[in-house]
């Protein structure tokens, strides 16, 4: 069984463009949640899809947005990008019920100059 | 609301001697608590989740957490540590009912000298 997918896993972008992260889940999952990781804040939820519909929504910016495609593919997409949006970006899939285990793809490491 | 704090930021053993990796949580309602590992320039796995079956639960590789509510506690411990363990740890709780929103502790630096 495949694992969950991120693409690009690497990227550079400079300040001011935008940038779009694609999350492929494990089949069957319906749920994909993002998360943001960097040394000084750790590891935040950004937001989470369910069923093509956002569920849950952490506190970041609206230049942060996502969106779920039928087949349960994710992208998330950051416009007008600042340094301090350098992070990994963690996509996590599951069945979407409380208390069930997440799977984490190795993530997105986007680097803004 | 749901919170996790993980107690020690960095913890340094030597090979062969055991792990405790401390955790507290904060939780309005009966939490869901995990333990994930990050090995560097990779993605989290799990070890282990607490769901309320039983108050002791073991994972992968050896690890083990028990759930104490008295105490709000999640410890993560193995008996003997490899070097292989070195990595980050996260304890996590569920942010709430049916979402796949979870709430990170800072996370324990874990060492392991030969």
């Known amino acids: 069984k495949a694992g969950v997918t991120q693409t690009p896993r690497y990227l550079i972008k400079t300040r001011g463009q935008q940038v779009t992260l694609s999350c492929s889940p494990i089949s069957g999952h319906r749920s994909v949640s993002w998360y943001q990781q960097t040394p000084g804040q750790g590891l935040q939820f950004l937001f989470e899809y369910f069923s093509e519909t956002q569920r849950n929504k952490g506190n970041f910016p609206g230049r942060f947005s996502g969106r779920q495609f039928s087949n349960s593919r994710s992208e998330m997409n950051v416009s007008t990008l600042e340094l301090g949006d350098s992070a990994l970006y963690l996509c996590a899939s599951s069945l979407g019920g409380y208390g069930g285990e997440l799977f984490f793809g190795e993530g997105s490491r986007l680097t803004v100059l | 609301a749901q919170s996790v704090t993980q107690l020690d930021s960095h913890v340094s053993v030597s090979e062969g001697t055991p792990v405790l990796l401390r955790c507290n949580y904060s939780?309005?309602?009966?939490?869901?608590l995990f333990w994930y590992v990050q090995h560097p320039n990779k993605g989290l796995q799990l070890l282990l989740k607490?769901?309320?079956?039983?108050?002791l639960v073991k994972g992968i590789n050896g690890f083990e957490a028990e759930f104490k509510k008295s105490e709000t506690s999640f410890h993560l411990t193995k008996p003997s540590a490899h070097m292989s363990d070195a990595a980050e740890y996260f304890c996590?709780?569920?942010?709430?009912?049916?979402?796949?929103?979870?709430?990170f502790g800072q996370g324990t630096t874990l060492q392991v000298k030969p």
């Open positions: 996590v709780v569920h942010g709430s009912s049916n979402t796949g929103k979870l709430i």
């Open positions: 607490y769901t309320s079956a039983a108050t």
């Open positions: 939780s309005s309602y009966s939490p869901s």
